[in-house]
Nanobody, 127 residues
Framework: VQLQASGGGSVQPGGSLRLSCAASGRTRSSRNMAWFRQAPGKEREFVAVISRGGSRTLFNDSVKGRFTISRDTDKNTVYLAMNSLKPEDTAVYYC?????????????????????WGPGTQVTVSS
């Protein structure tokens, strides 16, 4: 599975961005998909995850109500819509594909549960 994220950039506080993660390769539809982020000097942290079927999502409390995760199975793409952005959202954002899971598998929030990673895209929130 190969992942390629795009859509990062610079935005003022309160602004919006939408990240995309295009997935290719076999079994990509059998995996939960997530976004993580890493700010300078900090550890990588979980942001959001969506189930392989797209019916379940989970968010880090710090982004709940501001970020939305979705997936388009026809386009093999996962999206992270980010609204009301804050300076503390500044980080490199990574999309990740979990190990193959069944439809009812729990949603994972730790990086060890993810098998494939994209190269990351920078998001900067600054006035």
């Amino acid at each position: 599975v190969q992942l390629q994220a795009s859509g990062g950039g610079s935005v003022q506080p309160g602004g919006s961005l939408r990240l995309s993660c295009a997935a290719s390769g076999r079994t990509r539809s059998s995996r939960n998909m997530a976004w993580f982020r890493q700010a300078p000097g900090k550890e990588r942290e979980f942001v959001a995850v969506i189930s392989r079927g797209g019916s379940r999502t989970l968010f880090n409390d710090s982004v709940k109500g501001r970020f939305t995760i979705s997936r388009d199975t026809d386009k093999n793409t996962v999206y992270l819509a980010m609204n009301s952005l804050k300076p503390e959202d500044t980080a490199v954002y990574y999309c990740a594909a979990s190990k193959i899971v069944i439809l009812t598998a729990p949603l994972q929030v730790t990086s060890d549960d993810y098998e494939y990673w994209g190269p990351g895209t920078q998001v900067t929130v600054s006035s």
